[in-house]
Structure formats: C-alpha cells, structure tokens
C-alpha cells in the first residue's frame, strides 16, 4: 500500500513540473491558485490522480483554500476507503 507521503512526493513532482518549478521549493502549504493552476489544471491533477491512484476526487476537491498536503491527505483517506477490505 501507498503511504500518506507517497502521496504526497507524487503530486509534489506533478505540481512542481506544471508550475516550472523545481520541486525543492515547494513545501506543501501551496494551493492550485498560488502555484498558478487554472481550473483546467485542476481537471488535469483529477484525472492524473485517478490514473495513478485509483480514485476519483472532484476538482472542486483541489481548488480554493486546499493545499498541496490537504489534497494529499484526502487522496491517500479514499484510497484507504476505497482499498478496504472488509474483515
């Protein structure tokens, strides 16, 4: 299973290389909106992280006040509702 920071270094690179940033200067308190991802960005991370994570997360999931760390967390809570197995 993926851990939490998994999750986290994955949409880090992605983010970073979208914004033509080196992800070293990303700390994961940034938002969509600072790091200048207009909402056909957003559509594009919702697609790349239901390919890559197998879930699905609305875009207005990642848009607003949501930092990078937040969006990471609930990618990473759904993908443990999502990949529960039942006892």
């Known amino acids: ?20 940033l080196p992800v070293t200067e990303l700390t994961g308190r940034e938002t969509l909106d ?4 207009d909402s056909a960005g957003a559509v594009s991370l919702t697609a790349y992280i239901e390919e890559e994570f197998g879930v ?3 875009p207005e999931a990642v848009v607003g006040d949501v930092t990078l760390d937040q969006m990471a967390g609930t990618v990473y ?10 006892e």
Do not use: C, I, N, W
């Not at 299973?1 to 033509?20: C, F, G, I, N």
């Open 1 to 20: 299973m993926v851990s939490q920071d998994d999750v986290r270094q994955k949409l880090l690179r992605v983010l970073a290389r979208a914004a033509h």
């Open 34 to 37: 600072m790091l200048g991802v």
């Open 56 to 58: 699905f997360v609305e």
């Open 77 to 86: 809570r759904k993908m443990k509702v999502d990949y529960a197995t039942p």
